[in-house]
């Protein structure tokens, strides 16, 4: 049978990245993508075709930011938005929307983009596939633990030392000593482990307080990381495997007093 593709918009005055992403997304076979380089050009295209997923580059040239770009394709038709960003930023506004927004870092890894499109295009398909009334009715039914996740937070179970994560559809098994980070985007947090990295639909501080992990320790607004697992640190940065992670002036003294001074 065959699959009808997902519609993607890539806007971005950085051509080099849309032509990178385009190839790779075109090849995979599951994807029509078109390119925009400003705001009001997106916005036109998408007036033609009613995209899926959108990834906009939080500096555009012209007259509409980033925001304004999101908020007027928002108007038009519900898209996903996936925010790209330069590596250690992200946008400061993000518009409030029932879609789904998060980001990607430049340049995009191969398996960091497709596992974000898993989880932010995701949930859109489930807002369209499902009325308010199918939502109520899955979270009463017995035995909707799985499907109530979709629609608040992800799903992780415990046992001893290890959680299990859902990821494709099954849940994978990662042990706590294998955590190497947590990094924030808006509603959700990439957990970060010694060889891969999943995109779990939470805010930072539930999942700190769900884990319950003394050795996660928070040192940013945006990121924790496992202390056991730091390879060096100074007043504003630490390395952790081969992460550079910002140290917030809030959260250095927190911090230090983690480490035992002898």
């Known amino acids: 049978m065959k699959t009808s593709k997902r519609n993607v918009l890539l806007i971005s005055p950085d051509t080099s990245s849309t032509t990178y992403l385009a190839q790779v997304l075109e090849g995979s076979g599951g994807y029509a993508v078109k390119t925009a380089t400003t ?4 916005v036109g295209i998408h007036k033609k075709t009613a995209f899926d997923l959108a990834f906009c580059d939080v500096k555009l040239r012209g007259s509409w930011s980033s925001v304004e770009t999101v908020r007027q394709l928002l108007m038009l038709n519900p898209v996903s938005i996936i925010y790209l960003t330069e590596s250690g930023t992200e946008p400061e506004t993000f518009p409030t929307t029932a879609s789904q927004v998060t980001y990607l870092h430049k340049p995009v890894r191969f398996d960091d983009l497709f596992h974000t499109i898993e989880v932010v295009a995701g949930d859109l398909d489930e807002r369209l596939k499902l009325s308010t009334a199918t939502q109520e009715a899955l979270e009463t039914s017995e035995g909707s633990i799985f499907k109530k996740s979709r629609f608040k937070q992800e799903a992780i179970f415990r046992i001893d030392d290890s959680i299990f994560i859902k990821s494709n559809y099954q849940f994978i098994k990662v042990l706590l000593t294998d955590i190497v980070l947590l990094e924030a985007s808006n509603t959700y947090v990439s957990l970060i482990t010694v060889n891969r990295k999943f995109v779990l639909r939470q805010t930072l ?3 700190l307080e769900r884990l319950r992990l003394d050795t ?9 990381v496992n202390i056991r697992r730091v390879d060096l640190f100074s007043e504003h940065e630490i ?3 081969q992460h550079k992670v910002p140290l917030g002036r809030h959260f250095r003294q927190q911090f230090i007093d983690r480490f035992q001074c002898l």
Do not use: Q
């Open 39 to 42: 705001g009001r050009a997106a």
């Open 216 to 224: 996660l320790v928070r040192v940013h607004r945006s990121f924790a």
């Open 205 to 207: 501080s539930s999942l």
């Open 239 to 241: 390395s952790i495997e």
